[in-house]
């Protein structure tokens, strides 16, 4: 047992996709708004920092988006008021609100894969795509903290030459413009011993290996069956034409029938997965520990 | 890296990838059924960006080590993208592309974009901005002749871009809002983005002035040195 961050990145990436891609092409509010909930929920249990600012800059920008379509768009035939004689009418606000819902649950989706898909593992995929590729990432990678490193050192440096001043503002902008103009000279006299090292060792003559830390395991197999059994369960809905679901002239919406609530529950099976394999770990952890 | 011997090939993929694949790409993966693939577009658009990056030398030395640069110039761009509200990324990724030429300057661009949304987010914008960045850079190698000496078109460059960056994006704002291009939205989204425009601007003609002198000589002082 696994926790679902732990899992092959390969099983992410499937799960990510298929549960953003029924997102973005459905417009039906049941499972639109089941992706928004699941969105907040992942990227709550995901996200250890708890950084609450961005979820009110999410706020405001579903805020933005869900006004922008009534002041925009003057179909449908509810009309609420009238603004600078443009009716401002309630499918065209629902129809705002849906599609503001889509993009940002869209988004939490991204954000919660952003802090799951860490740069190790995504340079498992891109290897796989293309050695090349992922050998400029990952050189581009190290040298983010290989500058900061150097930057500390050049600064005790001039530090220790009595060149450096906290007290005045002007002097320490001018101390750190020196400070970043003799990192860029390390940094390319750097790179070009590096890249006659790598010459030096046969870069570019045969084909290039990679070394990968993640193992198929039969759990992730599993994992990318069900996942992909519950995908089908909810396209087979979406395809039979059930979440169909128009805004204009007129709310009016398909008949879910037996087919789109099973797809229905499938989707949302998919979208609490992650849950359910965090729990079902949490539990056998504590009945581990009661054994001891 | 990947030597292309042949001239004409060479000179076909200058043109073809920055100003007809690039954005089909772009523009037909966010339009059509790829959309939900968006990671395999942007790693696509990386990796014609690499075709692109080796058909701008002829040896193999020059390669290694203008990759490596490239890289470098990479990593400071994704450092800069941390500073709150000005971003230096447009600014470095013009500078790359004159000292360096075009085709390093689309890459550095293009891989800012992707390496920098590891921790900023990625999602089917990725793809746009690779496509923003990386023409930017791409033109400015392109002009390079003018822009080198001559600091006034330099940061009239800037500022054009900035405003280049801002519409392209907002064209990918439209297409997943609207699902299809509607002129109306586009306007409306250029006008609530104005704020933003500015900062590009302002920070591109900004870190232009700052940056080009100390950074542009000491990539010439690399270029003579090791006859990058």
Known sequence: MRSFSEYNPVAIFIYFFSVTGVAMFNTHPVLTALSLVGGIICLLTYDKKRRYKEHIGFFILFLILAAANPLVSHNGVTVLFVLNNNPVTLEALLYGINSAAIIIGVLYWFRTFTHIMTSDKLLYITGALSPKLSLVLSMALRYVPMFREQTEKVRNAQKGMGLFKDDNIIDDIRSNMRIYSILITWALENGITTADSMEARGFGVGKRSCYSNFSFRTSDVLFILTDLSLLTATVIGMISGRFNYGFYPKINSADMGAVGTVGAIAYSVLIFLPFIIEMAVNIRWKYLKSKI | ?228
């Open chain 2, 1 to 228: 890296m990947i030597v292309i011997k042949n001239r004409s090939l060479r000179n076909t993929i200058r043109f073809l990838v920055p100003f007809i694949i690039v954005p089909m790409l772009a523009i037909g993966g966010s339009l059509a059924f790829d959309r939900k693939k968006h990671i395999i577009i942007s790693m696509s658009i990386a990796i014609f960006a690499l075709l692109l990056f080796s058909a701008g030398f002829e040896k193999k030395r020059t390669g290694t080590r203008r990759m490596v640069i490239s890289a470098v110039m990479i990593a400071l761009c994704f450092a800069g993208r941390f500073i709150p509200f000005l971003k230096p990324i447009s600014a470095l990724t013009i500078i790359s592309g004159i000292y360096l030429g075009g085709e390093a300057g689309f890459l550095v661009g293009a891989m800012t974009a992707i390496l920098s949304n590891f921790y900023f987010g990625q999602g089917p914008w990725t793809a746009f901005q690779m496509l923003a960045w990386g023409l930017i850079g791409y033109l400015a190698g392109v002009f390079s002749n003018h822009l080198k000496d001559n600091r006034i078109l330099l940061i009239a460059y800037g500022g054009l871009t900035g405003a280049l960056y801002s519409f392209i994006m907002d064209i990918w704002t439209v297409l997943w809002y609207a699902e299809g291009f509607e002129l109306k939205l586009y306007i409306s989204a250029l006008i609530t983005a104005i704020p933003y425009t500015l900062s590009y601007v302002v920070s591109n003609v900004l870190f232009l002035y700052i940056l080009k002198k100390p950074v542009g000589e000491k990539l010439d002082r690399i270029k003579i040195k090791y006859g990058v």
